[in-house]
């Protein structure tokens, strides 16, 4: 990301020490989650991809971090299957929800806040799982969670600069603010549970 960037972007709201407590007291609970998240991100960015087929920039990020994120998914159905851990269905994800809800609807601004609330949902994944391997015991799920952290914190950085390619740098510092505290209030409101949001 510019750097110019990170001094007007408010940093993020800690997750409470509660959530991860929640995480290891069901850790195959969260994994059925964490596998849901990977593949619903897989198919928010393919979504991205089919609406903006005229922008190639945009089309050729989004197909790659679909495959990136559906990597992601094979990689969690792995670590269920060694643990012998059945995947559950989906569930609905009210966070998600509350913040795709704050999306702009008129064209001028639908394309910038898709972006940037792309950005704050990577960027609360990637102090999550790096939370997770912070904790984790084994060796391997630590090396696991390190990986994926690093690479959410790069999808975040992605979505800020697609947004910088079609948007003002102001407009995308001054949205992506307002989207960081937003962010912070609706994370502190969802309950409590062994899942990633
Ligand atoms: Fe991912
Ligand atoms: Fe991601």
């Given at each position: 990301m510019a750097e110019r960037n990170l001094s007007l972007i408010p940093t993020l709201v800690a997750s409470p020490v509660e959530w991860l407590d929640a995480v290891f007291k069901d850790f195959d609970e969260f994994l059925k989650d964490h596998a849901s998240c990977e593949k619903k991100a897989s198919g928010m960015a393919m979504s991205v991809a089919a609406h903006y087929p005229d922008k190639p920039r945009l089309l050729n990020a989004m197909v790659d971090l679909a495959v990136e994120e559906l990597n992601h998914y094979r990689e969690v159905i792995r670590v269920m299957l060694a643990r012998d851990v059945v995947p559950g269905a989906d569930q609905k994800d009210p966070y998600i929800h509350q913040l795709n809800a704050?999306?702009?609807?008129?064209p001028e601004y639908f394309l910038l806040d898709r972006l940037l609330i792309g950005a704050v949902v990577e960027r609360r994944g990637a102090e999550r799982f790096g939370l997770v391997a912070g904790r984790v015991t084994d060796p391997e799920l630590r090396t696991f969670y390190d990986a994926i952290a690093d690479s959410e914190e790069r999808h975040w950085e992605l979505f800020v600069d697609l947004a910088g390619e079609f948007y003002p740098e102001d407009d995308v510092c001054r949205q992506l603010a307002i989207f960081t505290e937003q962010e912070g209030q609706i994370m502190a409101d969802q309950a409590i549970r062994p899942a990633l949001h």
């Amino acid at each position: 990301m510019a750097e110019r960037n990170l001094s007007l972007i408010p940093t993020l709201v800690a997750s409470p020490v509660e959530w991860l407590d929640a995480v290891f007291k069901d850790f195959d609970e969260f994994l059925k989650d964490h596998a849901s998240c990977e593949k619903k991100a897989s198919g928010m960015a393919m979504s991205v991809a089919a609406h903006y087929p005229d922008k190639p920039r945009l089309l050729n990020a989004m197909v790659d971090l679909a495959v990136e994120e559906l990597n992601h998914y094979r990689e969690v159905i792995r670590v269920m299957l060694a643990r012998d851990v059945v995947p559950g269905a989906d569930q609905k994800d009210p966070y998600i929800h509350q913040l795709n809800a704050l999306i702009r609807r008129g064209p001028e601004y639908f394309l910038l806040d898709r972006l940037l609330i792309g950005a704050v949902v990577e960027r609360r994944g990637a102090e999550r799982f790096g939370l997770v391997a912070g904790r984790v015991t084994d060796p391997e799920l630590r090396t696991f969670y390190d990986a994926i952290a690093d690479s959410e914190e790069r999808h975040w950085e992605l979505f800020v600069d697609l947004a910088g390619e079609f948007y003002p740098e102001d407009d995308v510092c001054r949205q992506l603010a307002i989207f960081t505290e937003q962010e912070g209030q609706i994370m502190a409101d969802q309950a409590i549970r062994p899942a990633l949001h």
